[in-house]
T-cell receptor, first 113, second 116 residues
């Protein structure tokens, strides 16, 4: 089955800790994205990557970091610098950066204790 | 700056009725518009994608239309069923030509409840 997987489904973090959210796709898509979803706020773009070894900041990149060492993987690290990290995180991919449909993973819910 | 609005935020209709969800955007210079469905605590499922050159797309009981000049898209759901209950989001893909920065702007969604 082709698709996007995210792990873990639920993640709990203590204040001051860094955590990494996994996103893997086997769709052979070049472009990948990370969004944050908060109640009543809609989706906001954190980072996106058009191709391997390249990524760009989105609208709310502060306190987050990413890497794109492999085409199929785009992990997101939530650092201790992110002041309000509790949210639902969604990873997406598309064939290329423009013109094409985005396909989403099932999401990771991060809670800071 | 592109803004995407979905009104109403929530909608309840009896099973079997036809219904229309609305999406409006402020800048008509778009590449495409995509409608998604999201169930509680889940990711987004793509329903329909309309390119800027198209007027509508259909999939089963769903029909999405696009009117760029008026900055509007509608998602029509025929013969609604309880399984259609979910949040429906629209997203507009645009380009900021000054720095070639590709943007996808999401609406906040309409939460739909189909009453059995």
């Amino acid at each position: 089955d082709g698709g996007i997987t995210q792990s873990p489904k639920y993640l709990f973090r203590k204040e001051g800790q860094n955590v990494t959210l996994s996103c893997e796709q086997n769709l052979n898509h070049d472009a990948m994205y990370w969004y944050r979803q908060d109640p009543g706020q809609g989706l906001r773009l954190i980072y996106y990557s058009q191709i391997v070894n390249d990524f760009q900041k989105g609208d709310i990149a502060e306190g987050y970091s990413v890497s794109r060492e492999k085409k199929e993987s785009f992990p997101l690290t939530v650092t201790s610098a992110q002041k309000n990290p509790t949210a639902f995180y969604l990873c997406a991919s598309s064939i290329e950066i423009s013109y094409n449909e985005q396909f989403f993973g099932p999401g990771t819910r991060l809670t800071v204790l | 700056k592109q803004e995407v609005t979905q009104i109403p935020a929530a909608l309840s209709v009896p099973e079997g009725e036809n219904l229309v969800l609305n999406c409006s955007f402020t800048d008509s210079a778009i590449y495409n518009l995509q409608w998604f469905r999201q169930d509680p605590g889940k990711g987004l499922t793509s329903l329909l994608l309309i390119q800027s050159s198209q007027r509508e797309q259909t999939s089963g009981r769903l029909n999405a239309s696009l009117d760029k000049s008026s900055g509007r898209s509608t998602l029509y759901i025929a013969a609604s069923q309880p399984g259609d209950s979910a949040t429906y989001l629209c997203a507009v893909r645009t380009v900021i030509f000054v720095n070639r920065d590709d943007k996808i702007i999401f609406g906040k969604g309409t939460r739909l409840h189909i009453l059995p």
